[in-house]
C-alpha cells in the first residue's frame, strides 16, 4: 500500500510555463517532507524539504506548498526550462530523515 | 563533494545465484541505505545501516540481506536471485538521520 500517493505519472509543460506535482499522505506523524530530483542515469538528489510548522517553502524557482489538514504537498517549478526535465519523487517520514516513504515519481518534461 | 559509488553499472545473473551489490561513501556518513526503484512504484526501501553491523530492515526486505562491516561500505546481498529482483538498486548515504541522503547512480539487475 502506497503511503504517499503522487500525481501526475508524467507532466509535459512549455518552456515558461509553471509544473505543479501533487503528493498525498496517509501518515499523520510524518515531519518531514522533501523532494528528489532524478536525471536519467543519475541518482535522485535533494531538491528542496519543507516541515510541516511553515506552509511554504521557496527556493528560486521551487516552491513547496503544504496544507497539514488536507494531507497533501505540492512542488511548484515557475518559469520552468527544459533543463528541470526529470523525473521527481516526492517522499516523506518521521523523526528524521532517516526512513523516507517515496511517491510514485512524475517524469516532467518541458518543451523549448 | 560527497560520493556515493556502487560497483557495477549494469549486472545480468541467472536465477539461483547469489548476487552482491557493493556501495561505497567517501564523507563518513553514519547511515547508509538500499533502495531499488521500479516504474509506477518509486522508490523502496529494503535495508538501512545506521552503524557499522548495526542493519535495519525497510519496506521490502524479503529475498535479501546486507552487510557492513566498515563504515564506509554497505553490501546488498541476494543469495538467491530471482526474476522479480529485476530492478534498478540505488544506495545513499547520509550524514545523520536529519541530513539529505545522498544517491550513488544505480545499478541495473537483470536477472534471466
Known amino acids: 500500500q502506497q503511503q504517499v500517493k503522487q500525481s501526475p505519472q508524467s507532466l509535459i509543460v512549455q518552456k515558461g510555463g509553471i509544473s505543479i506535482i501533487n503528493c498525498a499522505y496517509e501518515n499523520t506523524a510524518f515531519d518531514y517532507f522533501p523532494w528528489y530530483q532524478q536525471f536519467p542515469g543519475k541518482g535522485p538528489a535533494l531538491l528542496i524539504a519543507i516541515r510541516p510548522d511553515v506552509s511554504e517553502k521557496k527556493e528560486g524557482r521551487f516552491t513547496i506548498s503544504f496544507n497539514k489538514s488536507a494531507k497533501q504537498f505540492s512542488l511548484h517549478i515557475m518559469d520552468s526550462q527544459p533543463g528541470d526535465s526529470a523525473t521527481y519523487f516526492c517522499?516523506?517520514?518521521?523523526?528524521?530523515?532517516?526512513?523516507?516513504?517515496f511517491g510514485e515519481g512524475t517524469q516532467l518534461t518541458v518543451n523549448p | 563533494d560527497v560520493k556515493v559509488t556502487q560497483s557495477s553499472r549494469y549486472l545480468v545473473k541467472r536465477t539461483g545465484e547469489k548476487v552482491f551489490l557493493e556501495c561505497v561513501q567517501d564523507?563518513?556518513?553514519?547511515?547508509m541505505f538500499w533502495y531499488r526503484q521500479d516504474p509506477g512504484l518509486g522508490l523502496r526501501l529494503i535495508y538501512f545501516s545506521y552503524d557499522v553491523k548495526m542493519k535495519e530492515k525497510g519496506d521490502i526486505p524479503e529475498g535479501y540481506s546486507v552487510s557492513r562491516e566498515k563504515k564506509e561500505r554497505f553490501s546488498l546481498i541476494l543469495e538467491s536471485a530471482s526474476t522479480n529482483q529485476t530492478s534498478m538498486y540505488l544506495c545513499?548515504?547520509?550524514?545523520?538521520?536529519?541530513?539529505?541522503?545522498?544517491f550513488g547512480p544505480g545499478t541495473r539487475l537483470t536477472v534471466t
Open positions: 564523507m563518513d556518513h553514519e547511515n
Open positions: 545513499a548515504s547520509s550524514l545523520t538521520d536529519w541530513d539529505e541522503q545522498y
Open positions: 517522499a516523506a517520514s518521521e523523526g528524521g530523515g532517516s526512513r523516507l516513504t
